[in-house]
């Protein structure tokens, strides 16, 4: 059972950082993709970054030099690092894995789900 834990998120003023947490099994962390989605009310669920098993990083263009998504091997954590925020990075953020090696950025190809957390940006 693929088990993702998220945390973190809040409410920061525009310009500010945040950074959430996405703890998984050893397993999971290690020879999984995971990837960070979002989703704004209205809107569908967008990637955001996501990591290969290999360590391969890719980010969506509209977060690209400010987020970052940094991970600690010891706590089988992967974070989302968010700087330079902006109202329009108000949304739910997930964590997710879909069981391959190798992220896609289609929501729908994941099958675990982190629960989610609350960014607002004001």
């Known amino acids: 059972h693929v088990q993702l834990v998220e945390s973190g998120g809040g409410s920061v003023q525009a310009g500010g950082s945040l950074r959430l947490s996405c703890a998984a099994s050893e397993y999971t962390y290690s020879t999984y993709c995971m990837g960070w989605f979002r989703q704004a009310p209205g809107k569908e669920r967008e990637a955001v970054a996501s990591?290969?098993?290999?360590?391969?990083?890719n980010y969506a263009a509209s977060v690209s030099g400010r987020f970052a998504i940094p991970k600690d091997n010891a706590k089988n954590t992967l974070y989302l690092q968010m700087n330079s925020l902006k109202p329009e990075d108000t949304a739910m953020y997930y964590c997710a894995t879909d069981s391959r090696a190798y992220c896609t950025t289609d929501p729908h190809r994941y099958n675990y789900w982190g629960q989610g957390t609350q960014v607002t940006v004001s």
């Open positions: 990591m290969d098993s290999d360590g391969t990083r």
